[in-house]
């Protein structure tokens, strides 16, 4: 079997540094995907340190490093702190998530991420998940479709585009990446199309794996896991992600409405490290275009 191909890691040694290393602690990389961040991770630990990394795609063990320090856990990362805990693992001193897709999962044709091949249309970064994205195209409501566009994809026009999706499928059921691009162009002009298409295969990706809600879950469980002064850094792609990482450092939960004591101060669970999210040099974007929408936060657990 081929070893899958990845992309390199972004913002890697800028990532590692934010995690503010202790040789000998124990450290999450809960998007584990090819390994660059797990391999600088484990460089600069000590033969005390441990290294927990989550990937729910089965592709990714094929890049697991013959480390007695690292354990791969294959599960999705809204289990985190269940997961650490059948490992004796209640508090970490760090926690690195780059919420990215990885180029492996997007140059796979067969699995059905991009429109840049004819394939099913699946998207599941966990092929043993039910959902699909045939299942969304053809089976959600007109509404459904709309808003999930408008959401996920922040796309234009996304009420023609499900209204043309829901008469398009009525014909015949749309089962291709090739059919919902077409679907796509016959919506948008040339000069929008490639964006489009984008867009609304970005949102099917978002909906078929529940990012949003595994990324709420995730964040929610982040400041019983980290220890005082642990660190938690997470790099994201569009601002949906954003957003919700920059509420839970700013106000210690997704609402962005922090608790208040009896007295009516706030309590702030996260110190942010920096003021504005780090982004990649203009030399890594020209090396790794896929870095080129990241950005990265840090907060120290207080």
């Given at each position: 079997?081929?070893?899958?191909?990845?992309?390199?890691?972004?913002?890697?040694?800028?990532?590692?540094?934010?995690?503010?290393?202790?040789?000998?602690?124990?450290?999450?990389?809960?998007?584990?995907?090819?390994?660059?961040?797990?391999?600088?991770i484990?460089?600069?630990?000590?033969?005390?340190?441990?290294?927990?990394?989550?990937?729910?795609?089965p592709?990714?063990?094929?890049?697991?490093?013959n480390?007695?320090?690292?354990?791969?856990?294959?599960?999705?990362?809204?289990?985190?702190?269940?997961?650490?805990?059948?490992?004796?693992?209640?508090?970490?001193?760090?926690?690195?998530?780059?919420?990215?897709?990885?180029?492996?999962?997007?140059?796979?044709?067969?699995?059905?991420?991009?429109?840049?091949?004819?394939?099913a249309?699946?998207?599941?970064?966990?092929?043993?998940?039910?959902?699909?994205?045939a299942?969304?195209?053809?089976?959600?409501?007109?509404?459904?479709?709309?808003?999930?566009?408008?959401?996920?994809?922040?796309?234009?026009?996304?009420?023609t585009?499900?209204?043309?999706?829901?008469?398009?499928?009525?014909?015949?059921p749309?089962?291709?990446?090739?059919?919902l691009?077409?679907?796509?162009?016959?919506?948008?002009?040339?000069?929008?199309?490639?964006?489009?298409?984008?867009?609304?295969?970005?949102?099917?990706?978002?909906?078929?794996?529940?990012?949003?809600g595994?990324?709420?879950?995730?964040?929610?469980?982040?400041?019983a896991?980290?220890?005082?002064?642990?660190?938690?850094?997470?790099?994201?792609?569009?601002?949906?992600?954003d957003?919700?990482?920059?509420?839970?450092?700013?106000?210690?939960?997704?609402?962005?409405?922090?608790?208040?004591?009896?007295?009516g101060?706030?309590?702030?669970?996260y110190?942010?490290?920096?003021?504005?999210?780090?982004?990649?040099?203009?030399q890594?974007?020209?090396?790794?275009p896929?870095?080129?929408?990241?950005?990265?936060?840090?907060?120290?657990?207080?």
């Open positions: 079997m081929e070893t899958p191909q990845y992309h390199n890691a972004v913002l890697c040694n800028e990532a590692v540094d934010a995690l503010n290393i202790t040789p000998n602690g124990t450290y999450v990389d809960v998007t584990f995907g090819g390994g660059g961040h797990s391999a600088e484990l460089r600069r630990l000590g033969e005390g340190g441990r290294l927990f990394a989550f990937d729910q795609d592709d990714a063990a094929a890049n697991c490093p480390d007695s320090r690292f354990t791969l856990i294959p599960q999705n990362f809204r289990h985190l702190q269940r997961a650490l805990r059948l490992y004796g693992v209640k508090q970490v001193n760090g926690i690195l998530a780059d919420f990215g897709v990885s180029s492996h999962q997007f140059d796979a044709a067969e699995r059905g991420f991009s429109f840049r091949f004819d394939a249309l699946d998207m599941r970064m966990n092929p043993d998940t039910p959902l699909h994205a299942a969304v195209v053809n089976e959600y409501d007109t509404e459904d479709l709309k808003q999930l566009f408008s959401r996920y994809g922040e796309l234009p026009r996304s009420g585009l499900a209204r043309v999706i829901a008469e398009e499928r009525e014909k015949h749309i089962k291709t990446t090739e059919q691009a077409e679907i796509i162009d016959g919506v948008y002009g040339p000069k929008q199309r490639n964006s489009a298409k984008a867009q609304a295969f970005q949102a099917l990706r978002i909906e078929v794996n529940d990012e949003m595994a990324l709420a879950d995730f964040l929610e469980q982040v400041e896991v980290l220890m005082p002064t642990g660190r938690l850094v997470c790099i994201t792609y569009h601002s949906l992600e957003r919700m990482v920059k509420h839970l450092i700013r106000s210690g939960n997704l609402n962005d409405e922090p608790e208040r004591d009896e007295f101060k706030r309590l702030l669970p110190k942010a490290i920096s003021r504005k999210p780090i982004v990649p040099s203009m890594e974007i020209e090396t790794n896929r870095a080129r929408s990241a950005k990265m936060r840090i907060a120290e657990r207080v």
